[in-house]
């Protein structure tokens, strides 16, 4: 139904930076929000930053003044500008839209594959 093509992770050096980018491509009717979440080993999935369409922001406290998400409405896509690294920002990240197919009737979350961001001491 919905695809999301996530790229920009890898490994870098402590207060390093890292773009991460996610395309949304299907049969996409609605978007109401899109967003990053990361689990890190043994730990729970988590919410780092999400976007509405409309322009509402949410920040993990870790995260704020750190990392900035954007959105291209038009093109479907999702931004996280991470910088000033730190060792516990190592994880997976996952790019996630919630919204709407045209064989729907409802609103879902949809998620990416994940890219390992890895921040080294």
């Known amino acids: 139904q919905v695809s999301l093509a996530e790229s920009g992770g890898g490994l870098v050096q402590a207060g390093g930076s890292l773009r991460l980018s996610c395309v949304a491509s299907?049969?996409?009717?609605?978007?109401?929000?899109m967003g990053w979440y990361r689990q890190a080993p043994g730990k729970p999935r988590e919410l780092v930053a999400r976007?509405?369409?409309?322009?509402?922001?949410n920040y993990a406290d870790s995260v704020k003044g750190r990392f900035t998400i954007s959105r291209d409405n038009a093109k479907n896509t999702v931004s996280l500008q991470m910088n000033s690294l730190k060792p516990e920002d190592t994880a997976v990240y996952y790019c996630?839209?919630?919204?709407?197919?045209?064989?729907?009737?409802?609103?879902?979350?949809?998620w990416g594959q994940g890219t390992q961001v890895t921040v080294s001491k």
């Open positions: 976007l509405t369409t409309t322009g509402m922001s």
């Open positions: 299907g049969n996409i009717l609605n978007i109401n929000a």
């Open positions: 996630n839209l919630n919204g709407q197919v045209f064989t729907s009737s409802h609103s879902q979350d949809f």
